[in-house]
């Protein structure tokens, strides 16, 4: 069972949503390059909050994925589309489907 995971939330600039949107959907392209990101998703949560939710099968994945193109994307892009820094927690899965 996958039991590693990170949880990010993004908050977008006022008038910013879509292209919040929009990157991550280009960010599915830079994820797809790592074998140890089992799952990753982009997801909206509201009007203009958003997140990434993905899963390991392990820590060097998981720290891998940190240190990966993505992440340097986001960070790149982070002070132009957010409007707060990106919150990212590493989470435990404790039971999945």
Known sequence: MITLGLLVRLE???GKEQEVADFLKSGLSLVME???TITWYGI???ESTFGI???F???AGRNA???GKVA???MAN???LLASDPVIEKIEILASK
Do not use: N, R, V
Request: no cysteine; net charge negative; hydrophobic share 40%.
């Open 12 to 14: 977008a600039k006022p």
């Open 34 to 36: 790592e074998p140890d």
């Open 44 to 46: 909206k949560i509201g």
């Open 53 to 55: 939710f993905d899963t």
């Open 57 to 59: 099968p392990d820590e």
């Open 65 to 67: 994925h940190l240190a």
């Open 72 to 74: 340097a994307a986001l």
């Open 78 to 80: 982070a002070p132009e």
